[in-house]
């Protein structure tokens, strides 16, 4: 029977329709090649085959000869893949670690189910559904596992709260849990904004129109935005964010294929920040939407893009379902910046060394100084309105370079960082002092402005971390201490409020945001001669 089975899935998969096959007699060749090898395996192969394993690591292996952006994703996963896109997903709602072998609550997702039942933070879950999974082993996985699930489903857990004798039982309800992608809005000086937006997602727009909104109100005059490590999303979340910095009927960006004809996208309302100063933040992470929006920012002279070079993804996908349920994000088209230039970085030599190429530009020297990159003339574009030199070629190019800062590394700290340890320390410690931490820093306000560890909590993070491995280095904690203990303010800011808090804190160790800021109060801003009052 397989010999049919295989038949007909080649059918299925490869057929597109039918008069295209009719008209592509070479692409009908292959297919037959295709499906015959699979006949003869299945029929005198020495062992026995999964012939769906057969086939799935063929489409893995065809889409990586052909790009590194082009992906297969089975069926089970499918969902699962695009919840981040779609900005939600199905479940009880809570931010969680594994701490002690026990699934720990960080904190209730706002207006989630376990919010609305009076879960709260520090509790800890120790059976679902009447199993026991406190002390088995359980996983990030299993959690997965045992609490996503369908809007509507029940799931009963067994909860023990400090403070409270045996175990609490809520029925939770699951629903539509909202995955955000602001981390955080705040203002770093009385006139200067910061939002830090992580994905481009169905729901981004509105949380940074909010976000926006909240900050205006604040007496935000200038706008930081933040973009590092932003691998991308939605091109359409890309062009309804840069059309919020862009007035009139600009370019934003414009996609060609072999398959479709070149389509531009324009501005088309009236944006939330066409005025006042705009800095973007930018790195080695950040790809693809993110670099939609800061290609056009830097093409229409809108704003100065700060940091380091991106990622260079310059390739659009486009999803495409096959028979069983799985699906290929398909490249399609190349996407390219007002002025011209396609930011896609060369993939000649494979998948892997493609990349591996972010993490080689500190080896190269280019994380350090500019001077290491090879520009050529044929690189080089022009700004749309103010005619300043920029490149293509594999990312953009910042109009600010920012090094990266390696001041306060060192062995001790990354090995700290390596193994989360300032995270577990904080969870810890916030798990044992929440009500009185509560009781003294009651807003996030207080807490960032009042909370610093003594030096007593200190030695016992020491004591903590060299516990478990990593012993103390006198001389690595004199170069790295003030970021250490940033950092751990920050993670038990982060346990005691919300994520936000952390970007507060942690904001002293952003060079490329303090760098942001001072081009924004020492007037190399306005001596750039920027089109941005023009809009």
Request: proline letters at 4%.
């Amino acid at each position: 029977m397989l010999k049919l089975i295989l038949s007909r899935a080649a059918l299925a998969v490869l057929f597109f329709p039918a008069i295209a096959w009719a008209q592509s007699p070479d692409r009908d060749a292959q297919a037959q090649k295709f499906s015959t090898l699979l006949y003869y395996i299945d029929e005198i192969y020495v062992d026995s085959v999964s012939a769906s394993d057969l086939v799935e690591s063929a489409i893995v292996a065809m889409l990586e000869e052909m790009d590194p952006h082009s992906v297969y994703i089975p069926a089970e996963e499918l969902q699962a893949a695009d919840e981040p896109l779609n900005g939600n997903f199905e479940g009880v709602g809570i931010q969680f670690n594994i701490f002690k072998d026990t699934i720990m609550v960080v904190s209730p997702i706002s207006g989630g189910p376990s919010e609305k039942l009076g879960i709260l933070a520090g509790d800890r879950i120790v059976t679902v559904d009447g199993e026991v999974v406190a002390g088995t082993g359980v996983t990030n996985k299993d959690v997965q596992r045992l609490l996503k699930g369908p809007k509507g489903t029940v799931v009963t857990v067994g909860i023990k709260r400090p403070g409270v004798k045996g175990l609490i039982e809520f029925e939770i309800i699951r629903d539509k849990i909202p995955i955000f992608s602001v981390d955080a809005a705040f203002m770093v000086t009385p006139e200067i904004g910061y939002i830090k937006v992580n994905r481009f997602a169905k729901t981004t727009m509105e949380e940074f129109m909010e976000a926006l909104a909240d900050l205006k109100a604040a007496g935000m005059k200038d706008l930081i935005l933040d973009l590092q490590g932003n691998g991308g999303g939605m091109l359409r979340t890309a062009t309804h964010m840069a059309d919020t910095f862009l007035s009139d009927d600009k370019l934003l960006v414009y996609t060609e294929g072999r398959a479709f004809p070149k389509e531009e996208t324009h501005a088309f309302r009236r944006g939330g920040f066409e005025e006042g100063r705009l800095c973007v933040l930018i790195d080695q992470g950040s790809a693809s939407a993110s670099e939609i929006v800061s290609g056009a920012v830097q093409d229409w002279d809108r704003g100065l893009i700060v940091g380091r070079r991106s990622f260079g993804k310059g390739l659009v996908q486009r999803p495409v379902n096959l028979p069983d349920g799985s699906a290929v994000r398909l490249t399609v088209q190349k996407y390219y910046t007002p002025s011209g230039r396609c930011i896609q970085k060369p993939y000649d030599d494979g998948v892997d060394a493609y990349r591996q190429e972010k993490y080689e530009r500190y080896e190269s020297g280019e994380l350090l100084s500019l001077d290491s990159l090879d520009l050529p003339d044929s690189l080089q574009y022009q700004t749309l309105l103010r005619k300043r030199t920029v490149y293509g070629g594999g990312g953009i190019l910042p109009d600010v370079f920012v090094p990266l800062d390696t001041t306060d590394n060192s062995p001790y700290f990354t090995n700290i960082l390596r193994k989360g340890l300032d995270s577990r320390y904080a969870l810890t410690y916030v798990d044992s002092l929440r009500e009185s931490l509560e009781a003294q820093y009651p807003t996030e306000d207080d807490f960032v402005e009042g909370f610093q560890p003594t030096q007593e909590e200190i030695d016992a993070f020491i004591a903590f971390v060299e516990k478990e491995g990593v012993e103390f280095s006198a001389e690595d904690w004199e170069r790295s201490s003030n970021a250490i203990v940033l950092r751990l303010r920050a993670m038990i800011g982060r346990n005691l409020h919300e994520g936000g808090t952390f970007y507060r804190i942690i904001s002293e160790l952003n060079e490329s945001l303090q760098r942001a800021i001072e081009v924004l109060e020492d007037g190399t801003f306005d001596r750039t001669n920027l089109a941005h009052r023009t809009f």
